[in-house]
C-alpha cells in the first residue's frame, strides 16, 4: 500500500496498546472521526513539542466534540506508556514494535538508521478508516496545527452526522 492519502482506506491492523492489550484499529473510532498520529518516539524533540502545542490541547475539545485519537510508535508499549502518562495524554497509544503496520503504510522514516521511526504523519479518518486529510510531518511545518486539524475535523464531523445542523421547532 502507497502512503496514505485523502480517499484511501487504512489497514484494520491490530496492535497492542499501552497495557499490552491488543486493539484493533477500526474498534477505535466507535462512530466518530479519529485523528491517527505516527510518531518518532519519545526522544525526538519534535514530537514532545508537536505533542505539547497541538496534540495535548486537542484532546480536551476531543473528548467533548466526539473525536477519537490514536497515536503509533515502534516503541515497546511500556515505553510509550510511559511518554504517554509524562505528557498526561488520555488517548490511545499503540506500539508497532514489529514494524508491520510501518512497512504495509509505506511510513518509514529513512534517514533515522538508529531508531528505524515512523515518518511523523497525521491523518484525519472517517470512523471507516477513510483518510480525508493527510499531513507529512517530516518536517516540523508539515505537521498540521491545531486550527487545521479543528476544520478537518469540522468537515468529517458534518459529513458523517445526520444531525449537523440544529434541529428546527
Same mark, same amino acid.
Given at each position: 500500500?502507497p502512503?496514505? +492519502?485523502?480517499?484511501?482506506?487504512?489497514? *484494520?491492523?491490530?496492535?497492542?496498546?499501552?497495557?499490552?492489550?491488543?486493539?484493533?484499529?477500526? *474498534?477505535?473510532?466507535?462512530g466518530? /472521526?479519529?485523528?491517527?498520529?505516527?510518531?518518532r518516539?519519545?526522544?525526538?524533540?519534535?514530537?514532545?513539542?508537536?505533542?505539547?502545542?497541538?496534540?495535548? /490541547?486537542?484532546?480536551?475539545?476531543a473528548?467533548?466534540?466526539? +473525536?477519537?485519537?490514536?497515536?503509533?510508535?515502534? @516503541?515497546? $508499549?511500556?515505553?510509550?506508556?510511559?511518554?504517554?502518562?509524562?505528557?498526561d495524554?488520555?488517548?490511545?497509544?499503540?506500539? *508497532?514494535?514489529q514494524?508491520?503496520?510501518?512497512?504495509?503504510?509505506?511510513?518509514?522514516?529513512?534517514?533515522?538508521?538508529?531508531?528505524?521511526?515512523?515518518?511523523?504523519?497525521?491523518?484525519?479518518?472517517?470512523?471507516d478508516?477513510?483518510?480525508?486529510?493527510?499531513? *507529512?510531518?517530516?518536517?516540523?511545518?508539515?505537521? /498540521? $496545527?491545531?486550527?487545521?486539524?479543528?476544520?478537518?475535523?469540522? @468537515?468529517?464531523?458534518?459529513?458523517?452526522? /445526520?444531525?449537523?445542523?440544529?434541529?428546527?421547532?
Open positions: 500500500m502512503r496514505p +492519502v485523502p480517499g484511501t482506506v487504512l489497514p *484494520d491492523v491490530t496492535l497492542p496498546d499501552t497495557g499490552g492489550v491488543p486493539r484493533r484499529l477500526s *474498534d477505535l473510532p466507535a466518530d /472521526p479519529l485523528v491517527v498520529h505516527t510518531y518516539g519519545w526522544f525526538c524533540p519534535k514530537e514532545r513539542a508537536f505533542l505539547r502545542e497541538v496534540l495535548l /490541547p486537542l484532546q480536551e475539545v473528548e467533548v466534540g466526539y +473525536v477519537r485519537m490514536v497515536s503509533v510508535s515502534v @516503541e515497546p $508499549s511500556v515505553v510509550a506508556a510511559a511518554f504517554r502518562a509524562g505528557l495524554a488520555r488517548w490511545t497509544f499503540l506500539s *508497532d514494535e514494524r508491520e503496520w510501518q512497512a504495509a503504510l509505506d511510513l518509514r522514516e529513512v534517514t533515522d538508521t538508529v531508531h528505524d521511526p515512523y515518518l511523523p504523519t497525521v491523518l484525519v479518518c472517517d470512523p478508516l477513510t483518510v480525508r486529510r493527510a499531513y *507529512d510531518g517530516y518536517w516540523m511545518w508539515g505537521r /498540521p $496545527s491545531l486550527h487545521e486539524l479543528w476544520a478537518g475535523l469540522r @468537515e468529517a464531523t458534518a459529513a458523517i452526522r /445526520p444531525d449537523w445542523h440544529a434541529p428546527r421547532a
